[in-house]
């Protein structure tokens, strides 16, 4: 079964930056990887996505501000996020999904196959 941990979550100001860390227990090579963010009393959303090739996609509010990467040597994924804005204050969480379309998986989800237990990113004014 694979086993996702994220870190790199912490309390900065607004337009400072971040990089989170998402280890995967076993080789991911063939899964889509992914971030997501659950807002306070919002349902969870997307924030990027990362093909098996590797080709990225981001959510509109993010794009231009974060990158997604992976290192498949170190079964790690990473999101680094900069120009912080208190509104990217969320729980963030790593996933990955098999098949499909990496767009339509962003924007739904309740698709994802294997998520992390998430970590907290807070960012103030």
């Known amino acids: 079964q694979m086993h996702l941990d994220e870190s790199g979550g912490d309390s900065v100001q607004a337009g400072g930056s971040l990089n989170l860390s998402c280890i995967i227990s076993?080789?991911?090579?063939?899964?889509?990887m992914g971030w997501f963010r659950q807002l306070p009393g919002k349902d969870r959303e997307g924030v990027a996505t990362?093909?098996?090739?590797?080709?990225?996609k981001y959510a509109d509010y993010v794009k231009g501000r974060f990158t997604i990467s992976r290192d498949l040597t170190k079964n790690t994924l990473y999101l680094q996020m900069n120009s912080l804005k208190p509104e990217d204050t969320a729980m963030y969480y790593c996933?990955?999904?098999?098949?499909?379309?990496?767009?339509?998986?962003?924007?739904?989800?309740?698709?994802?196959?294997?998520w992390g237990q998430g970590t907290q990113v807070t960012v103030s004014s």
């Open positions: 996933g990955t999904k098999r098949g499909g379309d990496l767009m339509a998986w962003m924007l739904n989800p309740w698709e994802t196959q294997n």
């Open positions: 076993v080789h991911y090579s063939g899964y889509y």
């Open positions: 990362i093909s098996i090739g590797g080709t990225p």
